[in-house]
């Protein structure tokens, strides 16, 4: 079993700057793209960003420029920069990651989610 333990939420003024931190940890043998999710108050999930193991990464138009994903594979770990804050990145944040797990003498990959974080942007 894998977890994903996510911080770094709270409340920003607009303008303001966030970091996210989103932990793995469990039956990992290796992770490929993680990635962030956000789901505002009546609307559906949507991907924000996404980084491949190799370090490519991707962004959804509304944060190109002002978010920036970064990870420390030694330790597992993804982290999201959100910069010049508006109040409609408000949403709960969601850490999305692939990981493949040896069990026994079979590899296995499956998607895991962290438990989301608040993101309020208000002043």
């Known amino acids: 079993q894998v977890q994903l333990v996510e911080s770094g939420g709270g409340l920003v003024q607009p303008g303001g700057s966030l970091r996210l931190s989103c932990a793995a940890s469990?039956?990992?043998?290796?992770?490929?793209?993680m990635g962030w999710y956000r789901q505002a108050p009546g609307k559906e999930r949507e991907l924000v960003t996404v980084?491949?193991?190799?370090?490519?990464?991707n962004y959804t138009d509304s944060v190109k420029g002002r978010f920036t994903i970064s990870r420390d594979t030694a330790k597992n770990t993804v982290y999201l920069q959100m910069d010049t804050l508006k109040p409609e990145d408000t949403a709960v944040y969601y850490c999305?990651?692939?990981?493949?797990?040896?069990?026994?003498?079979?590899?296995?990959?499956?998607?895991?989610w962290g438990q989301g974080t608040q993101v309020t942007v208000s002043s």
């Open positions: 999305n990651a692939e990981v493949v797990s040896l069990i026994g003498f079979k590899f296995e990959r499956n998607h895991y």
């Open positions: 980084i491949t193991s190799a370090g490519m990464t």
């Open positions: 469990g039956s990992i043998f290796s992770i490929n793209a």
